[in-house]
């Protein structure tokens, strides 16, 4: 299975490794990190490079597609390379999948016209103005189309994906191997469980982040 | 604060990525990815590279040092450089920390001597014969030594860092941020946990893995 992960210039890491890390696993797997002028792409802290392949025009279509998501997410949708190229390599996909605001730019490219996807929870409506249907859950499977909610829900997301692929064995040896038995020290992970203070802190730092990148 | 993580050689990617994706947003910090000779550093499926800087006897005391673990933790183990340095950067860090095998790395440095750690399940009795004493839960801490169990655990091990850094309101908005609110399609992350024939898959392919890799 070829499988492209997209990355643009402040993605965040953990929406596509966390998946990377799963989807590498299955068998004959080539998971291709990719861009749109190839080289090195940083992430949304600058503080990680990872190398890609590209210019993206070049890669042919994968049988998947992964994008992350990141405070980059609105140039990258604004970018009509990548959203000609979503486009084009979509049709042939076997699955087209997005984490956290990787969807935003699904659906900049006009992948989720009408359709039921999720994002990040405080990236709700920007989707909705784009077209698609939020839904919030963590993992949204809509046909070939699987979005995830935010950042480390791609894990989740993998699992079912290597489940869909390979079965449930298999999938849960993959688990066993990365050792997901997530125990977190706080159960904060979503708006409905976080405290409320909590909740009105990251709201603020998140919709000033978005204010500074101009974006919905 | 300063924090280096170490990479070498088939590191496993989400070993490092998910603590990174937490601890880069304590306030002030920088994180480095720092390997041996610098450039370049592919992880152990061989489809990520990731850039980091080097050569490492001229990276200075971190406040964090952070080792990942992956297949190649005993090639990183065997060398000198990497025992070198973290026996000299060590009595400097406030903690200093591994996820999965990077235990593995930290022992062979003779940093665990005796010391409650943590490492991949799988791999518990090569911990024990470098000296350190296993113990068998996700996130150990003695002392200024905090060890995380395999791959995805370093989630949890760094949400924790962050508490003890910032207090629990801090750690919780992060645990928001990034929607970690974990829902895996099983309960299969563990040995007590999986069924006892996805047990037996994966310490196979694993013990298999190990002898290739000339490994305890």
């Known amino acids: 299975m070829e499988i492209a992960i997209l990355l643009y210039d402040r993605f965040t890491a953990l929406d596509c490794i966390g998946p990377y890390e799963l989807l590498s ?44 998501g990141g405070p980059g997410d609105e140039a990258a949708a604004a970018d009509g390379r990548i959203r000609a190229w979503l486009r084009r390599v979509h049709p042939k996909t076997k699955w087209t999948t997005s984490v956290c605001t990787g969807s935003i730019v699904l659906a900049a490219a006009g992948l989720l016209d009408g359709i039921e996807a999720t994002t990040h929870w405080a990236r709700r ?25 935010g950042v480390s829900a791609g894990i989740d997301m993998a699992l079912e994906l290597v489940r869909e692929e390979m079965g449930a064995d298999f999938a849960q040896g993959l688990q066993l191997a990365i050792e997901y038995d997530p125990d977190p020290p706080f159960d904060a992970g979503s708006p ?25």
């Open 125 to 149: 409506e920007r989707l909705a103005e784009l077209g698609a249907t939020p839904v919030s859950k963590r993992v949204v499977r809509a046909g070939k189309i699987v979005t995830g909610a």
């Open 192 to 216: 409905s469980k976080a405290p409320a203070h909590v909740l009105e802190m990251v709201r603020g730092v998140m919709n000033d982040l978005s204010r500074r990148e101009g974006a919905g």
């Open 25 to 68: 696993r299955l068998p004959g797997a080539r998971v291709r990190f990719v861009s749109v002028d190839g080289g090195l792409v940083r992430a949304d802290t600058g503080m990680l490079a990872v190398q890609t392949e590209g210019p993206l025009d070049r890669i042919d279509a994968p049988d998947l597609v992964l994008v992350p």
